[in-house]
């Protein structure tokens, strides 16, 4: 079974807790993404990678931090720092084809108790 | 700034009806313009897209339109469904394919049987 996976579905965070959100793909794709989307919101980017062991920042990275040591693995930590992380967290892949599309994992939801 | 917009944020139609959803974009060196799908909770599912070279792309009922020069997109959807409603979502990249895309912040659509 082919494609992008994002665990958990729903994940709780508690005041000053580190968490941190899985994404993973079998699509052997170069590029990963991870973007954050707020209710009646389109999606902003927080990190990009392009290749393993390189990553940029988005336009909203403060507050997050992410590592890309295998091509099939691009994890995002929501720090402490991050202080409204109530969100829609999605991970997206892409391959070197600058033709092609981006392709979306179904998402986590991050609830703060 | 590069920004997109989508306007409007939410349309309401009845069954049948063929509609029209617009996004305008800001700076017209775009490389390549996509239309997306999103379902309520769950990750996105490209459509269509649209190089900066063509003028529309085709798929099913759907239609996507270019035009550069006014820094507008359309997409036409003919003889709306139930199963059409749904938050669209359209996004630039400028520069090369590579670059990170640029997403508005959608449009949701309910069809009405």
């Known amino acids: 079974d082919g494609g992008i996976t994002q665990s958990p579905k729903y994940l709780f965070r508690k005041e000053g807790q580190n968490v941190t959100l899985s994404c993973e793909q079998n699509?052997?794709?170069?590029?990963m993404y991870w973007y954050r989307q707020d209710p009646g919101q389109g999606l902003r980017l927080i990190y990009y990678?392009?290749?393993?062991?390189?990553?940029q920042k988005g336009d909203i990275a403060e507050g997050y931090s992410v590592s890309r040591e295998k091509k099939e693995s691009f994890p995002l930590t929501v720090t402490s720092a991050q202080k409204n992380p109530t969100a829609f967290y999605l991970c997206?892949?892409?391959?070197?084809?600058?033709?092609?599309?981006?392709?979306f994992g179904p998402g986590t939801r991050l609830l703060v108790l | 700034k590069q920004e997109v917009t989508q306007i409007p944020a939410a349309l309401s139609v009845p069954e049948g009806e063929n509609l029209v959803l617009n996004c305008s974009f800001t700076?017209?060196?775009?490389?390549?313009l996509q239309w997306f799908r999103q379902d309520p909770g769950k990750g996105l599912t490209s459509l269509l897209l649209i190089q900066s070279s063509q003028r529309e792309q085709t798929s099913g009922r759907l239609n996507a339109s270019l035009d550069k020069s006014s820094g507008r997109s359309t997409l036409y959807i003919a003889a709306s469904q139930p199963g059409d409603s749904a938050t669209y979502l359209c996004a630039v990249s400028w520069n090369s394919g590579n670059t990170p895309l640029v997403f508005g912040k959608g449009t949701r659509l309910s069809v009405i049987a």
């Open positions: 700076d017209s060196a775009i490389y390549n």
């Open positions: 997206a892949t892409k391959t070197r084809d600058f033709q092609e599309t981006q392709y």
């Open positions: 699509l052997n794709h170069d590029a």
């Open positions: 990678s392009q290749i393993v062991n390189d990553f």
